[in-house]
């Protein structure tokens, strides 16, 4: 992390459900199907009263056989659609898109997957950063702390930016790769929605932490360092937003078949933050506090 690059290589292996997996998937609704073919062939059977009254002689095979051929017909549709509606564990309250990606697994469908639920739980996010960021929302001034506090407080900024990035490169470089990865189709989904979900808790950190800025006042004479701690989490976020351009570099490989990606994340320390430490000496040389 010295340099704000961190680089890993992985052998991307595709996976993907077998047109004889959904046969089985499907196969695995035959309750679904029974009671469906059932109902269907039972308003079917319906039509036989108004034939009864009209005198019509509706009675003969082939009405029999038209409304078995329907009630088969229209209960396959109805378990196939069904099949498709679910969703493996742990996804159940995910968009649609999620779902439908995480059921049908398509080739390379495990980036598909990381790059829906990351759009989905990032977005209003990113809405609420930016509003934040243009002074869009207003945020009460909380504390006005004397300047030995203020200097204190203002201290360990560098450092909980520094566990962001740490925790940011954990996440990004070896956790969601890791998941995406995995061996286990079956718990797959779960493990890559778990990893999207400590992103997202990052992400929420990274605006509870730029809304902390702004909710202290500065004592006077510090309003110039203060501005300086504005936007110190943009660093975690880009490296979140780079992990879309891996995604869809891997997506727009010509091959199916296993691949060797390299790929890197670049989370430098912002660059205000140096700006911010020669302020913070040239403050504690005029005097104007001592930090504690």
């Not at 078995?68 to 968009?95: K, M, N, Q």
């Not at 990032?122 to 930016?130: F, K, S």
């Not at 933050?273 to 104007?288: D, H, M, P, S, Y």
Request: charged content about 25%; some cysteine.
């Amino acid at each position: 992390m010295s340099d704000g690059i961190v680089a890993n290589k992985l052998v991307v292996k595709f996976t993907r459900k077998s047109f004889f997996d959904h046969v089985v998937g499907v196969a695995h609704k035959w309750r679904t199907f029974l009671l469906t073919a059932v109902a269907i062939f039972g308003v079917w059977m319906t039509a036989e009263a108004p034939a009864y009254f009209l005198d019509a002689a509706l009675r003969d095979g082939s009405f029999y056989l038209g409304g078995v051929t329907i009630s088969l017909a229209g209960a396959l549709f109805w378990t196939i659609r069904a099949y498709l509606r679910d969703c493996p564990v742990g996804l159940e309250h995910e968009s649609p898109n999620a779902r439908r990606i995480a059921q049908v697994q398509r080739a390379r469908w495990e980036y598909r997957l990381a790059r829906q639920l990351l759009q989905d739980v990032l977005l209003d996010l990113d809405d609420e950063l930016a509003a934040l960021a243009d002074g869009r929302v207003f945020v009460p001034v909380e504390r006005k702390p004397d300047p030995t506090d203020y200097a204190e407080w203002a201290g360990l900024g560098p450092a909980n930016v520094l566990r962001m990035l740490e925790v940011a490169q954990q996440l990004l470089v070896l956790d969601l790769p890791t998941a995406l990865g995995s061996p286990d189709n079956d718990g797959k989904p779960r493990e890559i929605r778990n990893v999207v979900y400590r992103i997202r808790d990052l992400y929420r950190a990274t605006l509870a932490f730029e809304q902390s800025r702004r909710s202290v006042e500065p004592p006077e004479g510090a309003e110039r360092l203060h501005e300086l701690q504005f936007g110190w989490t943009d660093p975690v976020r880009d490296g979140v937003r780079q992990m879309f351009g891996f995604f869809e570099a891997v997506l727009d490989l010509e091959s199916i078949k296993d691949a060797e990606v390299a790929y890197t994340v670049t989370m430098d320390s912002p660059a205000n933050v140096q700006k911010f430490n020669e302020e913070l000496e040239r403050l504690t040389a005029r005097g104007l506090w001592q930090p504690g």
